[in-house]
């Protein structure tokens, strides 16, 4: 059963695609995959989407180098409180869509690592986070084509640094002028 799963080693060097890996784990409630070798993943789209029991993820060590999509990644892992991407770089990512949407528990992220300069579609990146107060780092939009409802129902976040917002970006995302700072 999938909820005794405590730990997952990947340990083929030559995956390059963990699309939708998790999806639907339904049981699963803690995940240790620290010591997999993701080198040459280039596709992280909805790995754990729909984990929604999933409480304790560790992806410390993660090599996201060369990964250029992570849309769906963490969407409706509604019970995960806490998520550490300190170890993520994200420089080669252009799709992040979803990539949080339905994080219900969570209060904080710390992006200070994510470097979304190259990220064209970033819509509904945070829809329905309505727990989430911090977003830690700077969201680039200079490359983003698509932001709609990217902060829909983030009632509560608060000083969210943006760099090259697109002129209509308060009538898109969904974030007011009270919750976030331009930054250069």
């Given at each position: 059963k999938a909820d005794r799963i405590l730990s997952h080693q990947i340990t083929c060097k030559?995956?390059?695609?963990?699309?939708?890996?998790?999806?639907?784990?339904?049981?699963?409630?803690?995940?240790?995959?620290?010591?997999?070798?993701?080198?040459?993943?280039?596709?992280m789209c909805g790995m754990f989407n729909n984990c929604n029991n999933l409480t304790s993820l560790n992806l410390s060590n993660f090599d996201t180098s060369k990964v250029d999509?992570?849309?769906?990644?963490?969407?409706?892992?509604?019970?995960?409180?806490?998520?550490?991407?300190s170890s993520f770089d994200t420089s080669n990512v252009t799709r992040m869509h979803s990539m949080f949407n339905?994080?219900?528990?969570?209060?904080?992220?710390?992006?200070?690592?994510?470097?979304?300069?190259?990220?064209?579609?970033?819509?509904?990146?945070?829809?329905?986070?309505?727990n989430l107060t911090t977003i830690k780092g700077v969201i680039d939009m200079k490359s983003c084509e698509d932001c709609g409802d990217m902060f829909h129902n983030c009632p509560k976040l608060k000083d969210v640094k943006i760099k090259n917002p697109p002129d209509d970006f308060e009538a898109l995302s969904g974030l007011s002028k009270s919750q976030y700072t331009v930054v250069s």
């Open positions: 030559d995956i390059i695609n963990m699309g939708f890996m998790f999806y639907n784990c339904h049981d699963l409630i803690s995940l240790d995959a620290s010591k997999s070798d993701t080198s040459n993943v280039e596709v999509d992570m849309s769906y990644m963490f969407m409706d892992c509604s019970s995960l409180t806490t998520l550490d991407l339905g994080c219900y528990d969570l209060t904080t992220l710390d992006l200070s690592s994510f470097d979304t300069s190259n990220v064209t579609t970033i819509w509904r990146m945070f829809y329905n986070c309505y």
